[in-house]
């Protein structure tokens, strides 16, 4: 698993170093943290849940080939770490003695987004800047705890391997923001950043059941931006 990570970020790199053949508008690179709501979606009727914190940092690159008009479009990507918490219900998870199932989860990711950009200038201090692509991500670790409304039956708590959660999650990646000069090369952006997943999270069997389970995250992430050129 490791080695197709590490494959899979040579891929993102590859796919900002091959363009730069050409002549390049801009590069920018940019370090951000954010943090938000986190949910996620089922087929499974008998669950609800409400939102909790999700949050999240990494590395973006954007590179700036071409301009549309008053517009700057190019290609970006980079490598984000991912914290998700969850809270859920099960209803009527166990049958005998009956009883409703509350789950409080954690769980880490590695994800690779991949999108395009787009720049505008407002004014020379301010740009807005949108990234609309998907992400890959890698599932590094997760915890969970469960109680039960039967006070006859004992919580239980673990973390989660492979029978539990599947390694490999694949979504939508949206954010829009704006650049803020601080001076010289340097910026910052503030930004809502979006990520959709799209694959089943949790694997299918008699343990889990057999549903599709997805997550979601919306956060408001600030990011310094160093502008290269």
């Known amino acids: 698993m490791q080695k197709r990570l590490s494959v899979l970020i040579l891929l993102g790199l590859v796919f900002l170093a091959v363009p730069m053949t050409v002549t390049a508008l801009g590069l920018d690179v ?3 943290a954010g943090a938000g709501v986190g949910l996620g979606t089922t087929d499974n009727t008998d669950i609800t849940g409400v939102a909790r914190l999700a949050a999240g940092g990494g590395i973006s690159v954007d ?5 549309l008009g008053p517009v700057d479009i190019g290609l970006s990507t980079g490598v984000e770490y991912s914290y998700l918490t969850f809270h859920s219900t099960w209803a009527n998870k166990v049958a005998l003695p009956p009883s409703d199932m509350t789950t409080d989860s954690i769980y880490n ?17 301010i740009k807005l800047v949108v990234r609309a692509g998907g992400f890959i991500g ?3 670790s997760g915890t969970y705890k469960n109680t039960f409304s039967n006070p006859f039956i004992p919580s239980n708590s673990g973390s989660f391997d492979s029978d539990s959660a599947n390694r490999w999650e694949y979504g939508l990646h949206f954010t829009a923001g704006a ?4 001076g010289g090369s340097l910026w910052v952006e503030p930004a809502l950043q979006f990520d959709m997943g799209l694959t089943d999270t949790t ?3 008699a343990t889990n059941g057999h549903f599709n389970d997805t997550f979601w995250s919306l956060t408001m992430v600030l990011g310094i931006k160093y502008k290269v050129m």
């Open 30 to 32: 940019e370090a951000k």
């Open 63 to 67: 590179l700036y080939l071409l301009s």
């Open 109 to 125: 990711y590695l994800n690779l987004p991949i999108s395009l950009v787009g720049s505008m200038p407002i004014n020379p201090s």
């Open 138 to 140: 890698y599932f590094l």
């Open 179 to 182: 650049d803020l000069a601080l």
């Open 203 to 205: 694997p299918n069997n």
